[in-house]
């Protein structure tokens, strides 16, 4: 017996050992591909030598020789991007190119066959041969600084660059300028949402019996209203009522956004008549899906015109945004229309045409093969029609909205090939005030966002990228998926850069954007009927106004913001009956704990605090509360409303329009009241909240079920190793507040907080170098790293760090100091 057990003891001893020695050796091969910030490295490409400062966040500073120029500093940048997030970069281009299955499987295919359907890449290729010549010098010399990383890899054996390198056989080819314009289109992907609204407003509009109740489930704006649209079914009358569909799949890497979650963000700016210390004021926080590393860098340049430091996205040579020493520039999504989906009619005799004004004419056609990791390639028969690439039926469920004998096409004005976007932000950076940003500002294509600026004395907003000419006699007014073949809904070029909405040196003095409706304009020069925000700009109203001048810590107080406008507007008409109006309920039964809710809710003032229990509480019940207004009336299509619609709700409790019938169950003998919806929502979200966190109403925390999911895209799913590659937090905000920490909206955690500010940028050119930033992560995509989250803790307690253009601040906290120089 004691033999057996002392070879029982040396066996587990050897294994113990085997698996250490493993983990070492694991810790050793990605350790390798930690980059070193600290040495003197000759590459190929430059002018002249160039000097990379890291300060203590590890943010470059780059400072090209006085012999070289800019593209010495671009050369740099791509160094840098190439030295802290290959792996990121890497990704993007192969999703623009739709080769993720290539190192993914046949798990990734879906992604690569949408993508090649929209060509994506072949049009970035193409509009390289329309940048200026500085652009295009520009971006050769970032790509050669991409490629200087690359052969450093190589040459000395860096571990492949990345960790993910040795996980996934990912070859990583030389970078092109190409490539770079494939990300910013990636970017405007990931911002259009106007396709799935489409076609969620025509499948709606199928499902209703009543086509008046379209308005209160999918609400415009507050504003002057629309005239009234056709019934889907009458542009398409062989279709069904309704057909089921299976959701899109929830892939890591899918660059198509779900509804609700098409990019949002917050600027606001202010005058030097509105500013305590007499200079302009700008604060940013763009809001994208998390992730980690989060999307953005921080990054500062010396350029022939002066610094310029702020928030880039790795493959992109420009600071997309931040300031220089004379302009401040930050970024909001538009949600300009961006997008149409026409229906195109088959010929029946021959399927390859389809029906155009002038008759049938041939699909353009072309095959593009997809490389499958572990199968067989799959070839794909890409085809275009003159509105756009035909899309196949599971796309955002396009087949139930398409009749027998028709196709899909998509128009969309990111489908350029000759997209000058990126030689417009490469020139912002260079530019002297306001006016000259403007005049710089109408080469950007897509994707559309509002474009904050200041200088020294004026404040503007401009929304930028192009807007489709459309026929004012459009049947659907693109609101529709629309007869492709009649001339009145097909697009006529593209609106004229004047129309774009401006905003110059209002009165007031601050201008702001929360994704709010900015202008009230007839179609087709209204920009949208789709809105991001109608809750949080009430709420940034009243922070503005309450004070006559402003300073940078009150930009930051209003950027970190957590009172919920929609809280404090819906519970007093969710809740009208039911304060304090039940008798009195012994412990431990429904009614008491119903109680003790309202009576907790009674007192809250609508502060999501990640701390308080009243948010969770406010949340579960509102979303309880729209699940059992719609699931009657729209069946299995209630599942795709995922997100709480304030307006909605708040339609429904004040009968707008006969919006009350909602509240009745049309199955049900009795008629229900929207008091009784009311309380019934509030039961079923304390037996969920019961179930998932407890009894103890008082010991609820928002902030347990509000996590930030900052998620590794492709290794936060495997066991174990997601510990060290996810970055979770206990956050406060939610869906309506300026801190906007925007839900899932999806069981098994519907309150994740899975969208909101990567980035936070506050401006000051009253005195520039008090301007701060952070991202919510940290700088390296390196997951072993110092400085793969040592941003995120700053970001979740809403603090910032310092955004000077000070070199000698730079040198004096440099924790590395990279030199590049020329070969002899």
Sequence with gaps: MGKVFRWLLRLTAGLIFLVILGVGLVYYLAAQSLPDYDQTLSVTGLNAPVEIIRDNANVPHIFPDQDGDDNDAYFALGYAHAQDRLWQMTMLRRTAQGRLSEVFGSRTLRIDRLLRRLDLYRLSLSSVSAQTPETLSALNAYAAGVNARLAEINDKALGR??????????????????????????????????????????????????????????????????????????????????????????????????????????????????????GTLLANDPHLGFSAPAIWYLARLELASGGVIGATIPGVPAVMTGRSGRLGWGLTSSYLDDQDVFIEKLNPQTPEEYLTPDGYKPFESRPSIIRIKGEQPITLTLRWTENGPVLPGTHYSLETVTPPGHVAALGWTALSDQDTTIGAALQLMSAANVHEAIRIAEGFIAPSQNLSLVDQTTIAMKTIGVIPNRNAAHQSKGRLPSQGWRVENRWRGRASFASNPQFVSPRGGILGNTNNKILERPFPNHVSYEWGDTQRIHRWEKLMQNRQVHTRESFIEAQLDTVSYTARTLLPLIGADLWFTGEPAAEGTPERTRQDALDLLAEWNGEMNEHLPEPLIYSAWIRALQKRLIVDNLGPLAQEFTQVEPLFIERVFRNVDGAGQWCDVRQSAPIETCTDMSRLALDDALIWIQDRYGNQLESLRWGDAHQATHDHPVLGTVPVLRYFVNIRQSTSGGDNTLQRGRGSGTDPAPFQNVHGAGYRGVYDFADPDSSVFVTSTGQSGHFLSRYYDDLAQLWRRGEYIPMSLDTELARAAAVGVTVLTPPP
């Design 161 to 278: 660059g990345a960790p993910e390198m040795f996980l996934f056989n990912a070859p990583v080819a030389p970078w092109q300028p190409a490539d770079s314009i494939a990300i910013i289109k990636i970017m405007a992907l990931q911002l259009s949402g106007h396709l799935e609204a489409e076609v969620l407003r025509a499948r709606t509009s199928l499902m209703l019996d009543d086509p008046a109740r379209l308005a209160d489930i999918l609400p415009d704006a507050p504003g002057t209203g629309i005239a009234a649209l056709p019934e889907y079914a009458t542009l398409f009358p062989d279709l069904p009522r309704f057909a089921a569909t299976a959701p899109m799949p929830d892939l890591a890497l899918s660059p198509f956004p779900k509804r609700g979650l098409a990019g949002a963000s917050n600027a606001w700016s202010a005058a030097p008549s509105r500013s305590a210390s007499g």
